[in-house]
């Protein structure tokens, strides 16, 4: 059985990235056991929320890449997150059955 220390647990998530699985995996340990150091020492959780934010700043440049060249997904992305403030948002409608007006019943015991 491996016994646990905080470096020991920094070195791991390091190693993977911020993956805690994965370093418990690599210690022989639970991953419950990991995320007991990272929920305890916030020096082992900023391992895990540098690796997490590092990976948002990745996707989003590679969206930004997306954009620029032109995919549509891309751009419907865009305008339908960062984009609502100049009103492109999708509209949904609530309907009952068969586009008619939805009913309620009120039940009272």
Sequence with gaps: MTKLNKQKVKDALHATKGKAYLAA??????????????????????????????????????????????????????????????GYTERHELTGAEGNEIVFRVVRE
């Design 25 to 86: 995996k690599n210690l022989g340990v639970s991953h419950t056991a990991i995320y007991k150091y990272i929920n305890n020492y916030d020096d082992v959780k900023e391992i895990q929320t540098y690796y997490d934010e590092e990976e948002n700043d990745i996707a989003e440049l590679k969206k930004r890449e997306a954009l620029m060249s032109g995919e549509q997904w891309a751009i419907k992305y865009q305008l339908s997150t960062k984009g609502k403030s100049r």
